[in-house]
């Protein structure tokens, strides 16, 4: 079973509102797009695990947490481990202009551009996750929820998982279950939290 968990926290530019008992699935997308643009920066962190057939032990672990500005400002750091031992580990960080990244706790060697060193822990990029709430919109719509609006989804849907595949590089097959769960503010405009699995 593969499994990853993305928590997106975010800092505005400006603070949106909505008034309402509710809004329409189109209201809500509308407004998730239209908001992009007041995201300063955001945070993320992503785990995923290979489990060995017939054991809760995960034969593989990643984890990957990362910071990114909107002028291409950031830092991170990814650990991947096979079996408990770490087999690869590095640190990103970069500023406008330049980015840098080492190993092991190696020097720090430049990159070829700033973005490129982030790309290294950032593997979901706000623009990208609304990209895939743009893409699975007719098949999952926004429902409310009790503390903002959200998209759930269990099935193994073929133009769910190319969506998946096209816009956030996750790979599927033909037999792969996707459970989904993707969350927003209290007001519908900012994502909070993205949960994806996929087994099979």
């Keep these: 079973m593969k499994w990853i968990k ?15 008992n509710g809004l329409s699935t189109e209201a809500v997308q509308d407004q998730i797009v ?27 672990q990643t984890v990957a947490s990362a910071s990114a500005w909107k002028d291409g400002t950031g830092y991170g750091s990814k650990i991947d481990k096979n079996a408990g031992k770490v087999t690869n580990q ?67 849907d073929e133009s769910i998982r190319k969506a998946l595949t096209s816009v ?5 097959t033909d037999t792969s279950k996707v459970e989904l769960k993707i969350k927003t503010d209290g007001a519908g405009n900012l994502i909070t939290n993205v949960e994806i699995k996929g087994n099979g």
């Design 6 to 20: 993305s928590t997106v926290l975010m800092a505005f530019l400006c603070v949106l509102s909505a008034c309402g």
């Design 34 to 60: 239209s908001s992009e643009e007041s995201v300063s920066n955001y945070h993320i962190t992503v785990k995923q695990s290979d489990y060995k057939e017939g054991s809760k032990t995960p034969g593989a």
């Design 90 to 156: 590095l640190e990103v960080i970069a500023d406008a202009n330049v980015g840098f990244i080492r190993y092991y706790q190696d020097k720090w060697e430049q990159t070829i551009t700033a973005a490129s060193s982030l790309q290294n822990t950032v593997v979901f990029p706000y623009a990208k996750v609304i990209q895939l709430t743009k893409e699975i919109h007719q098949e999952v719509p926004w429902k409310k929820t009790f503390s903002g609006y959200e998209k759930t989804y269990t099935g193994n």
């Design 168 to 172: 956030l590089g996750i790979a599927t």
